[in-house]
């Protein structure tokens, strides 16, 4: 979205360099900024004034400072009113932060006047703050989303930021603090060893206890992890999707080990 606003590309053109946002959809309804409200002209006090509409500035702030052009948001990129555009942007969301120069994950609920030291809101900064004081950053709910598992783990390289947008570090600088909080090998985070070189029940298990808002996203949430991709359907319950995960599984991957998808992986949020 250059300047604050809307671009779409066409499939004949080169897409561009672009940084994409990774964040918890705040929990007031309401808050956060929808397609349709983002293409108004202008734009209406009441809008600009709403949490997420000050995220996606932010986030467009920092692109600007790291010379990037283009910013991609889930909550105004894709029409949520759009069932097509929906099951289409779900189908392709591990690719797009995947092939993203950098990944900007927005942690609402750190704050770092609390715990960190001044010397970390640089970048270049290679410092690696004790435990104590990262014990929010390891405690955010961001790392118990579902969504937010492929969003650590696909981009090229993830920039981490508190509520007030100070700089908390890259994944690799993090990764000790992030193994310790969702229980993925550091060197999966940093990179050393391929998401799908692991062994396909490791990954599952990656993914125990974390929380999704919608019962079938515990299933859909997976789909670039398991290197896999199905239709989407919101109107079946989350046992369903999961079968189908499974056969989407073996038939992706027939000389594999048929695997059980355990019960109870994740847990709803109502």
């Known amino acids: 979205m ?4 809307l671009s779409s590309n066409s499939p004949d ?3 561009p360099q672009y940084a994409i946002l990774s964040h918890r959809w705040n929990t007031t309804a309401g808050q956060e900024i929808s397609y349709k409200e983002f293409l108004q002209s202008p734009r209406s006090e009441a809008t600009e004034c709403k949490i997420g509409y000050q995220k996606i500035l932010s986030a467009c702030r920092q692109a600007r400072i790291d010379k990037l052009d283009y910013l991609w948001v889930d909550t105004c990129c894709i029409d949520q009113e759009n069932i097509g555009d929906v099951h289409r942007n779900i189908k392709s969301m591990f690719a797009y932060y995947q092939h993203s120069c950098v990944c900007y994950a927005y942690l609402a609920d750190v704050d770092s006047d609390a715990e960190l030291n ?3 809101t640089e970048y270049e900064s290679d410092h690696e703050p004790s435990s104590p004081e990262f014990k929010h950053f390891k405690k955010s ?5 579902g969504w937010t598992l492929q969003e650590l783990l696909a981009p090229q390289e993830v920039f981490f930021f508190e509520q007030s947008w100070k700089y908390l570090g890259t994944r690799s600088v993090r990764a000790r603090e992030i193994q310790s909080a969702t229980g993925i090998p550091e060197d999966v985070i940093q990179g050393k060893t391929r998401i799908h070189d692991v062994n396909v029940k490791e990954r599952m298990s990656w993914s125990t206890l974390r929380v999704t808002s919608k019962a079938p996203d515990q299933a859909y ?3 670039g992890i398991l290197g896999v991709t199905m239709e989407p359907d919101y109107s079946e319950d989350v046992k369903t999707a999961f079968n189908r995960l499974r056969e989407a599984y073996i038939k992706q991957y027939p000389d594999k080990a048929i695997i059980e ?3 109870g992986t994740f847990k709803v949020v109502q």
Not at 2 to 5: F, I, N, T, W
Not at 141 to 145: A, L, Q, S
């Open 13 to 15: 053109t080169p897409t």
């Open 2 to 5: 250059p300047s604050h606003g």
């Open 221 to 223: 949430c997976l789909f």
């Open 141 to 145: 709910e961001w790392h118990r989303r």
């Open 261 to 263: 998808f355990a019960k």
């Open 118 to 120: 001044d010397e970390l």
